[in-house]
């Protein structure tokens, strides 16, 4: 069985996974963001750490817009169209070319409202959905549209699918705003994307993003579309097990380990004991992974000994 068909089979409940497959993420530099180095350098990570599929970084971030100062300035937001996306859409060409038959390619997908925050800032998109989120729609609606066109471009070049990242319900983003942001003006643009590539992509992962706060409930995300949900497990002042957040999503679970803990600071000897821990306690279907993308200095030889030591990990 080949890394493509390993992973698939965590989605089968039929069929027992014949190892524990795993994956780890980071950002290359900047002469790594676009054509042939980007492609190349993908694949050397790749095969260097073992990891078991290829997820694409995403480098191609909106412009930011200094005219939208204001919340009234949100219908200033342009919709991009494929052009906008040709520098990654290469990529994931390249790739797709290299490894799909004998690994799933996933591309990575920013939400609209963490797009919004590359437009401006997550201080500025937040504040003002906090001051007047009716008048920031239409902002959020062109940046959906814009997504739209890049997610369906990838999906026509062959990727499997995509590593949908969320932000916007952390547990104090909009406090002493009214109820309701959340549900009203970015669940809605999450779910947009989230149904279109979950009715095109065999293998989609859902990552809750606690780069800019954590979260005390994860329950906003239950009923999202993906195959695979990746998220830290430290809720407030609670610790979740592997096999707690598997049951609360009812889907396999990736992660596991923190992504500033032992695979950013502690020796070879430490991290196998570490991930041989969480093995133990965690369940069958289930990818080791970091809660997010791991530092740029992490070394891809400890990566790998992470990776290793999951894929000859016995029960």
């Not at 191609?60 to 949100?74: G, H, L, M, S």
């Not at 937001?77 to 859409?89: E, G, K, R, T």
């Not at 504040?127 to 959020?140: D, F, N, W």
């Not at 133990?280 to 891809?300: H, K, M, N, Q």
């Given at each position: 069985?080949?890394?493509?068909?390993?992973?698939?089979?965590?989605?089968?409940?039929?069929?027992?996974?014949?190892?524990?497959?795993?994956?780890?993420?980071?950002?290359?530099?900047?002469?790594?963001?676009?054509?042939?180095?980007?492609?190349?350098?993908?694949?050397?990570?790749?095969?260097?750490?073992?990891?078991?599929?290829v997820?694409?970084?995403?480098?191609?971030?909106?412009?930011?817009?200094a005219?939208?100062?204001?919340?009234?300035?949100?219908?200033?937001?342009p919709?991009?169209?494929?052009?906008?996306?040709?520098?990654?859409?290469?990529v994931?060409?390249?790739?797709?070319?290299?490894?799909?038959?004998?690994?799933?390619?996933?591309?990575?997908?920013?939400?609209?409202?963490?797009?919004?925050?590359?437009?401006?800032?997550?201080?500025?998109?937040?504040?003002?959905?906090?001051?007047?989120?009716?008048?920031?729609?239409?902002?959020l609606?062109?940046?959906?549209?814009?997504?739209?066109?890049?997610?369906?471009?990838?999906?026509?070049?062959?990727?499997?699918?995509?590593?949908?990242?969320?932000?916007?319900?952390?547990?104090?983003?909009?406090?002493?705003?009214?109820?309701?942001?959340?549900d009203?003006y970015?669940?809605?643009?999450?779910?947009?994307?989230l149904?279109?590539?979950?009715?095109?992509?065999?293998?989609?992962?859902?990552?809750?993003?606690?780069?800019?706060?954590?979260?005390?409930?994860?329950?906003?995300?239950?009923?999202?579309?993906?195959?695979?949900?990746?998220?830290?497990?430290?809720?407030?002042?609670?610790?979740?097990?592997?096999?707690?957040?598997?049951?609360?999503?009812?889907?396999?679970?990736?992660?596991?380990?923190e992504?500033?803990?032992?695979?950013?600071?502690?020796?070879?000897?430490?991290?196998?004991?570490?991930?041989?821990?969480?093995?133990?306690?965690?369940?069958?279907?289930?990818?080791?992974?970091?809660?997010?993308t791991?530092?740029?200095?992490?070394?891809?030889?400890?990566?790998?000994?992470?990776?290793?030591?999951?894929?000859?990990?016995?029960?």
């Amino acid at each position: 069985m080949n890394k493509r068909d390993a992973v698939l089979s965590l989605l089968d409940p039929g069929a027992a996974p014949t190892h524990t497959p795993a994956a780890f993420f980071t950002h290359f530099g900047p002469a790594y963001h676009e054509g042939p180095a980007a492609i190349a350098k993908h694949l050397e990570y790749f095969r260097r750490t073992g990891m078991d599929f290829v997820k694409i970084q995403y480098e191609r971030v909106f412009p930011e817009i200094a005219e939208i100062k204001t919340p009234a300035d949100w219908p200033k937001m342009p919709v991009y169209d494929a052009s906008f996306y040709a520098a990654p859409l290469e990529v994931v060409r390249g790739l797709v070319e290299a490894v799909k038959g004998e690994a799933l390619v996933l591309m990575t997908l920013y939400s609209p409202f963490m797009c919004a925050g590359h437009t401006t800032s997550d201080a500025t998109i937040t504040a003002h959905l906090k001051e007047a989120p009716e008048a920031v729609r239409p902002g959020l609606e062109a940046i959906t549209e814009s997504l739209l066109i890049f997610v369906r471009a990838c999906i026509d070049i062959g990727v499997d699918g995509f590593y949908a990242s969320t932000q916007g319900g952390e547990a104090h983003r909009f406090a002493g705003a009214a109820p309701g942001i959340f549900d009203s003006y970015i669940k809605p643009y999450d779910l947009v994307l989230l149904e279109e590539i979950d009715a095109a992509c065999p293998f989609n992962i859902l990552h809750v993003c606690d780069y800019h706060g954590g979260y005390d409930d994860l329950s906003p995300f239950l009923d999202y579309p993906g195959d695979v949900v990746n998220a830290g497990l430290q809720l407030g002042e609670r610790k979740l097990a592997l096999r707690e957040a598997a049951e609360m999503f009812q889907r396999p679970f990736m992660g596991g380990l923190e992504r500033h803990g032992v695979i950013a600071s502690g020796d070879q000897a430490a991290i196998r004991y570490r991930v041989q821990e969480l093995l133990r306690d965690a369940p069958e279907r289930f990818i080791l992974a970091a809660d997010c993308t791991v530092p740029g200095d992490v070394s891809w030889d400890d990566l790998r000994v992470a990776i290793d030591t999951a894929h000859v990990w016995c029960r």
